[in-house]
């Protein structure tokens, strides 16, 4: 009786290790992306003023005082995101992109639309110039939907307001965008060695190579010139 009594505590304990290990959620890598550079002048507005403003911020580089920079797009090269959006969302508001910088997944869709009370269009590019589509918005409330190709960084557009800019970044890959603080949270990330890289629509960094362990925390500083 003793010898199976024990061979039911082994086996119990290899079910509650093995229980375990499904459980486990990985390792997560965070950090902050900066630069020196300094940000853009504005940009005079000269004509729609009256929705546009007379001047808007050159979001080309968002940094603050302390060098902080949003809209990093930080990618887990070859470790493919477990939840991904599969739809973006381009808004024009105020003659701006909202948002700039975006993920989405390959085989996803773009809606567009527009709260401004004036012509709007909204042009998508791939890297290499060719066009996927160039969809007018004459109105508020009005909204477009139109499939995404990929993979790879689109460009967004107006043809009427040359200054609007926007970027839709189509990956697969685990992947997050830096917010105003420059801050970024990657969760859940299989443990192993992997690549991160960066990507800016103005600036560049050399790619890191990191290794995670399930349920640790790897700490990244990427600076970007």
């Known amino acids: 009786m003793h010898g199976?009594?024990?061979?039911?505590?082994?086996?119990?304990?290899?079910?509650?290790?093995?229980?375990?290990?499904?459980?486990?959620?990985?390792?997560?890598?965070?950090?902050?992306?900066?630069?020196?550079?300094?940000?853009?002048?504005?940009?005079?507005?000269?004509?729609?003023?009256?929705?546009?403003?007379?001047?808007?911020?050159?979001?080309?580089?968002?940094?603050?005082?302390?060098?902080?920079?949003?809209?990093?797009?930080?990618?887990?090269?070859g470790v493919k995101a477990k939840a991904p959006s599969r739809e973006a969302i381009v808004v024009n508001d105020k003659c701006a992109f909202v948002p700039r910088v975006q993920v989405v997944a390959s085989g996803g869709t773009v809606k567009t639309s527009s709260k401004d009370p004036m012509l709007h269009t909204t042009v998508l590019q791939q890297a290499d110039g060719r066009q996927l589509f160039n969809v007018a918005l004459p109105a508020p409330g009005i909204e477009i939907s139109k499939p995404l190709a990929g993979p790879g960084v689109m460009r967004v557009g107006c043809s009427t307001h040359q200054w609007m800019r926007g970027w839709i970044i189509v990956s697969d890959d685990m992947s997050a965008v830096t917010g105003a603080d420059g801050r970024f949270t990657l969760g859940d990330v299989p443990p192993g060695t992997h690549e991160l890289r960066v990507w800016h629509e103005s600036l560049k960094a050399e790619a890191q190579t990191i290794t995670v362990v399930d349920g640790k925390t790897v700490d990244v500083r990427v600076d970007m010139r």
């Open 4 to 77: 199976r009594a024990g061979a039911m505590v082994a086996m119990g304990a290899m079910l509650l290790g093995g229980s375990t290990a499904a459980l486990a959620q990985g390792g997560t890598v965070q950090g902050m992306v900066t630069t020196r550079a300094p940000a853009p002048r504005a940009i005079r507005v000269t004509f729609d003023q009256r929705v546009c403003g007379s001047e808007l911020p050159d979001e080309s580089i968002l940094v603050d005082a302390a060098g902080r920079l949003a809209n990093v797009v930080v990618t887990l090269v």
